[in-house]
């Protein structure tokens, strides 16, 4: 998932996390509408709740709102407001959970800041949108 200290919300599409339902939350219930960077809006159409593991093996449950996103976006004020640091680094970049000390390792590709996770499901933890 990209690390967006933009977004406000936590974000999937449609397509992301397949064998996961949507389910429909306050926001969707609420008609609430995401302003995006182009300028469009876009509906809420529910949400994902996903069991996730990253890289380092540290595991979470993501509630992501599903609405029209090219790609998932990692909402960094959803994070902080969590209970955890994110640091944006040349050379260290990472999440740490300041009530377990667990830090989550972020990579940086062409500009963005990535979080390679995983969702478990039934069968084990599959790749998150086809590319974790």
């Known amino acids: 998932m990209a690390v967006d200290s933009g977004a406000t919300e936590t974000v999937v599409n449609t397509e992301s996390a397949k064998n996961v339902p949507t389910v429909s939350g306050p926001a969707s219930k609420a008609g609430v509408k995401y302003a995006l960077a182009n ?67 972020l990579e940086e590709r062409n500009g963005m800041y990535l979080l390679k996770l995983w969702i478990r499901s039934s069968s084990g933890f599959q790749g998150f949108g086809g590319n974790p």
């Open 39 to 105: 300028g469009e809006t876009v509906d809420n159409e529910g949400e994902k709740h996903m069991v996730m593991s990253s890289s380092e093996g540290v595991n979470r449950l993501v509630t992501a709102q599903v609405t029209e996103v090219s790609k998932p976006l990692l909402s960094v004020s959803k994070m902080v407001n969590a209970g955890n640091t994110v640091v944006f680094s040349k050379d260290n970049s990472y999440i740490y959970d300041e009530a377990t000390g667990e830090v989550m390792n």
